[in-house]
């Protein structure tokens, strides 16, 4: 197709998406949502901020040498280091992409880089050179584009450019933007930068006033042909415009979107819930598209036109975003090779036959208490096992509580470290608060318990759940997960989880900035 009618997907879950507080993850997390990412079809897979950490590194490595039908980016600075670091984690890339960037408005160039307009100019210039001369495909981002005086900001879109940019980001980094001013802004840009016909131009929104997806479309409607975003709307503050409302909505509405995406819809809901499961950031029952509740009907008004014609309620087919495809389940008597097949399917991949056969052995265990087990499953499984088999992990080897109308509630708990069994007794005001006492005796981490919540994994009274914990300490926020069909038990691991994070810096995700 004309590249006018094909719009460009840029997912940056792992980039973005990965500086909500509480959401690092591991290299081999970030490499199954790659895998799931590529098979949504996403154009461009920011991968990380290469230069960030040796952990965010070696993420970027591994998506660039794993992934093959995907554009892989990797984030960085207008800085010299930046992008070499960068360039250098993608060498294995099949197609990669530097995405640098710098802060443009008023407000940040002259309290944040403390520099002159055109100090900033050389500096983007002079970065953009450099980054094309290590790769081929090179965006630029004017940072709080939003907010930047617009004489200045045709000034520096043409330069860079001129300079080898072949893709112009103008994001809405705090979200201050309205639909009509930003698709406005880009429109009046793209008829008036002289060479604006050698770049692609992309948006980039924020969703701090809840306008995100609106300003994107806006943005698309104007000239726009990349738009990037997230799964489930993930990002720092209020997040960024989400993937799937943005891709459902290009596709629902063609009468006013005439182009199309390359993203295979029936992967949407499996995607959205990997990523829920890895970062423990559970989907509101409410959201647009892969919330539970986004295609029931309560009342019988609704019901009855859904009988009759399903249009009369409903705009898509729940089927077309993945509701129904992955209810294939697996039982106590299915075998390693129809269990290895669906990890398979479902891009899980195992860095040595000990972790598969761990998962193998946790997979039965599981069968034993649940009837079914669902792909909802084997993803909350699956992180389990990663989450025990890290270098000094805290495991939960044995809990028990009582609890008791009238009763102050008591816990004991093993845990093990290093080999090591530990055992510890407490009282709480309920079954969780106990258990956290009893691990703290033991650990005395000195964190603070900011959020603790549970959500079913799958239907029935059989289902897993999945807890998260959010701890604090000293500015630094964690968040642990732990899945179990005893939600006591797995209050335990997401705590442990919390902890073993919080004692391994080198997982924590650096906030250099962004855009």
């Given amino acids: 197709m004309d590249s006018k009618d094909n719009l460009i997907i840029f997912d940056t879950t792992l980039r973005d998406g990965e500086q909500s507080p509480g959401a690092s993850m591991t290299k081999d997390e970030k490499v199954r949502i790659a895998k799931a990412l590529e098979k949504l079809r ?53 197609a990669g992409r530097i995405h640098t960037f710098i802060a443009t408005s008023p407000i940040h160039m002259k309290y944040k880089l403390q520099m002159e307009p055109d100090q900033v100019m050389d500096q983007a210039i002079a970065a953009v050179k450099l980054a094309r001369g290590l790769i081929d495909d090179v965006e630029f981002s004017l940072e709080d584009a939003s907010r930047t005086e617009f004489d200045y900001m045709c000034r520096i879109t043409e330069a860079v450019i001129k300079a080898g940019a072949t893709t112009i980001n103008l994001p809405d980094t705090v979200g201050y933007s309205d639909p009509g001013e930003y698709g406005s802004m880009i429109q009046r840009l793209m008829s008036t930068v002289p060479n604006a016909d050698k770049a692609i131009f992309s948006v980039h929104c924020h969703n701090d006033l809840g306008l995100a997806v609106a300003n994107s479309l806006a943005a698309v409607k104007t000239g726009a042909r990349q738009v990037e975003c ?83 309620y409903e705009i898509m087919k729940a089927e077309d975003v993945g509701w129904s495809t992955n209810k294939l389940s697996l039982g106590k008597l299915s075998g390693r090779a129809a269990f290895a097949a669906r990890l398979e399917e479902l891009g899980i991949t195992f860095e040595s036959k000990d972790d598969f056969n761990q998962a193998f052995v946790r997979f039965k265990e599981l069968a034993d208490k649940k009837r079914e087990i669902f792909d909802e499953d084997l993803q909350a499984l699956v992180s389990d096992v990663q989450i025990g088999a890290e270098d000094d992990a805290i495991t939960v080897k044995d809990l028990e509580v009582l609890s008791k109308t009238g009763q102050l509630p008591t816990a004991k708990i093993c845990i093990r470290y290093k080999d090591k069994d530990h055992q510890s007794e407490a009282s709480g005001d309920g079954a969780v608060d106990a258990i956290f006492n009893a691990i703290e005796k033991l650990i005395n981490s000195e964190t603070h318990l900011q959020l603790y919540s549970v959500n079913a994994v799958t239907e029935g009274t059989d289902s897993q759940g999945e807890v998260t914990v959010r701890l604090e300490k000293e500015g630094r926020i964690i968040n642990g997960q732990g899945a179990d069909t005893d939600i006591l038990l797995a209050s335990a691991k997401a705590y442990v989880n919390a902890l073993t994070i919080m004692g391994n810096p080198g997982r924590l995700h650096p906030q250099l900035g962004g855009v």
Avoid at 59 to 87: H, M
Avoid at 248 to 253: K, L, V
């Fill in 230 to 312: 997230t799964i489930n709307g993930l990002g720092e503050r209020a997040g960024n415009a989400s993937l799937e409302e943005l891709v459902m909505a290009i596709r629902t509405r063609k009468d006013i979107f005439p182009m199309q995406t390359k993203i295979d819809t029936t992967q949407i809901v499996p995607t959205s819930r990997l990523v829920s499961s890895v970062t423990g950031f559970p989907v509101q029952p409410n959201k647009a598209i892969v919330g539970a509740n986004a295609f029931a009907h309560e009342s019988g008004i609704h019901q009855d036109g859904i009988l009759k014609f399903r249009e009369t």
């Fill in 42 to 94: 996403v154009d461009v897979i920011e991968a990380g901020f290469a230069v960030s950490s040796q952990g965010d590194f070696d993420a970027v490595q591994a998506i660039a040498n794993s992934i093959k039908e995907s554009r892989i980016c990797s984030l960085s600075r207008a800085v010299k280091g930046d992008i070499e670091a960068a360039a250098q984690a993608l060498k294995g890339a099949e």
